[in-house]
């Protein structure tokens, strides 16, 4: 168990929909990332916050959008889905902001599953 | 961008052969990070190397990162199956770089240990 938990495991929904994942960092950790997992893409990395503010941003879509909250929980934000955005959603979490040259391991959650039909 | 390549996409072997992965990357990295994943699990951070040239030993475990810090290996001495699973490197950004603490995923290596 990494610490890290993801709600919910499992989501089913349409297309054109949209959907909020949930992710809560383990205890006293500051940064979140997103990644994406498909079958064909491998881990996407889509963004990153730390206490709060946006550091980094991967190929994320315009649909989709995520924020920290004070509590340091996490949501991502899908919208107008579509069949392709099927895939496991991650969550990371690390214990501080990474300086230039220096990264710090990240302690991933179980996943979301998302199934678009 | 940076973009990290990772070979083989699949490896089957038998228990008790040796395995090894390769990571490679379009630019200099600042560090690199090993994680592994169970077939239906999540990643799990296994190490990370820092220094150029570096080797770093767990167990049957050995991961290189090379010269230039543009490539890095994982070798898997005598495989178990617990071994099962994808293996993927990460790479960190390097010190020009602004996005702190973002990794650069291979596309992993799936190991499959025939008993």
């Known amino acids: 168990d990494s610490g890290v938990t993801q709600t919910p495991k499992h989501l089913i929904t349409a297309t054109g929909q949209r959907v909020t994942l949930r992710c809560s960092p383990r205890s006293g950790d500051l940064s979140v990332y997103w990644y994406q997992q498909s079958l064909d893409q491998g881990l996407q990395f889509l963004i990153q916050y730390y206490n709060g503010e946006e550091r980094a941003k991967g190929n994320i879509l315009e649909r989709f959008s995520a924020q920290q909250f004070p509590d340091l929980h996490s949501e991502l934000n899908l919208s107008s889905l579509e069949l392709g955005d099927s895939a496991l959603y991650f969550c990371?979490?690390?214990?501080?902001?990474?300086?230039?040259?220096?990264?710090?391991?990240?302690?991933f959650g179980p996943g979301t599953r998302l199934t678009v039909t | 961008g940076q973009q990290v390549m990772q070979i083989p996409q699949y490896q089957h072997v038998q228990e008790g052969e040796d395995f090894t992965t390769y990571c490679n990357s379009s630019?200099?990295?600042?560090?690199i990070q090993w994680y592994k994943q169970r077939p239906g699990g999540h990643p799990v951070f296994l190490i990370q190397l820092v220094k150029s040239g570096e080797v770093k030993k767990q167990k049957r475990l050995t991961f290189q990162f090379g010269e230039a810090k543009k490539n890095s290996s994982l070798h898997i001495t005598a495989t178990q199956t617990t071994d099962v699973g994808t293996y993927f490197c990460a790479g960190g950004p390097n010190a020009g770089g602004t996005s702190y603490g973002k990794l650069t995923f291979g596309q992993g290596t799936i190991l499959t240990v025939h008993p």
């Open positions: 990371a979490s690390s214990a501080t902001l990474a300086f230039p040259g220096r990264t710090y391991e990240q302690y």
């Open positions: 630019t200099t990295l600042s560090n």
